[in-house]
């Protein structure tokens, strides 16, 4: 009896699974949507562990002559948007609609849960209008020393590396550089990395750079099956790093004086994450500790290595095109020359066209993030053919865009020329995103922008940077296969030499 009981049991679990996945297999074609293949489990997601999803994007929409595509993240149907129109009302015109993204990490990982990357609104939303007093142009004028002084250790460095390996790792170094950037101008703790590779806050990025497996499914679930992080205690980083990096919290808030000291200026985000804990205590609202550490964390985690990775790509091109390089050059002597050979200051530094014409190309190429993600609030009219639930989790595909040959003749070809022109073709600003758009953009982009440009003119006005026999074509060179940003899957190494 028993056994034909369970017998019976499980045909009808089978049956009900299989009608349910034969439901879930005809979702977009029933929608006449279409629509990449789904498989047990994975989904779509076929790419996990084997490309980097940004190839994988790239791939969707080369295949796909569609605004849109349908595809399945493991048992969830999901949409990539191909077309920069409709990605601008995604990102700006409807942004009330889109305002959470998808991933989100689970409340036994507090500070993954609660960062500007990952929280979801009202919080998201409180959160974001007391961190941008953070990035104002008077803030950035401040931290701009800083960058300055930094980029003078870089040069050194350089020189140290040349005589010491006759080559340098650029992703190494660079992120050597924006750790300790954002370790002085965010948290007020000056750092040595950048001429020595190692800091207390250096070793966190280090660790943060490291890759296990229980990372790795970490971070799919974050991004794609949110459901399973508490189930399986996933975190969106090693737990040691994360009390590590609570201590060095604590550290800083007790050496300006706890929460009690009046901040009467907000010198950088430390005053504001003080700050907004004795608001609200004056308003009698709680916000634990956790919140706070969760936005310095995210802060570092989101900004040195995506500034990392650029810096090493934008200096490896320029190595592999010295007629580039030489043009950029030009510009810095003769913007030099106009500021009596002083330091540039921020506003000689965005005159200068050509470099930001430069670093456009490189993220342009190597946008770290491959998509950009949102999730819809409510259901939601794609066009007049589609419209889509509450909860869908929508990719705008920014690799795709920017390889896009309509918006980008010859899109492999490293050319900073094409962002001289006007092209009549680029009328919509969504087909040129690196930093996403709208009120869920990138809070850090003026920040990074200005760190990339006055770091770059002070190393191409004393170095040359060559490439070195034997190694790969920037083209050619391996990308990540393990991490779901874009990042060099090997080192960059190239060689400097003094301008004379
Ligand atoms: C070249 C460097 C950088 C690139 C390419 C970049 C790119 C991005 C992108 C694409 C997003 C998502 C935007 C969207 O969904 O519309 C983002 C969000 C974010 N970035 Fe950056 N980023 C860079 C540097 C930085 C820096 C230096 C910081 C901090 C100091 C930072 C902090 C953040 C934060 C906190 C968010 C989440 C914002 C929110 O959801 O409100 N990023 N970044």
New binding site residues.
Partial sequence: MFWSLLIIISLCTLIWFCLKWLKLRMYWAERGVKHLPVYPFLGSLTFLMRYNPAIWMRNVYERFDSPYVGMWVFFRPAVIINDPEMARNI?IKDAAVFKD?FLSSGPSDPIGHL???SVKDPL?SFL?RRLTAVFTAAKLRGVFRIMQQKSKELVQRIGIEMKKNQRVNLRMMFTDFTTDV?AAS?FGVACDATLTGESPLRSVTKEIMEFSVFRGLSWVSIFFYPELVDIFGFTSLPKSVTEYFKKIFRMIVAERGGYDVEIKENRDLFDALIKLKQDCLKENKDISEDTLVAQAM??LQ??FD??GS?FAYCVYELAFHPEIQNKLYQELIEAEEKVGHADFDMNSLTELKYLDCVINET?RKY???GW???MTSKDYKLDDRLTISAGTPVYINVIGIHYDPKFYPEPERFNPDRFLLTNEKNTCITTFV?????P??????R??MM??RNALATIFLAYEARALPNTPKPSEAKIETRNLFLTPGEPLLVEFVPRL
């Fill in positions: 990102l993204r960062n500007l990357f998201w974001r954002i965010a995210v802060f989101g900004g995506t500034t650029i993220l946008q770290p993030m950009l993600d949102r690196p930093f996403g758009e709208g869920r953009s990138c809070i850090g982009r920040f990074a760190n990339l």
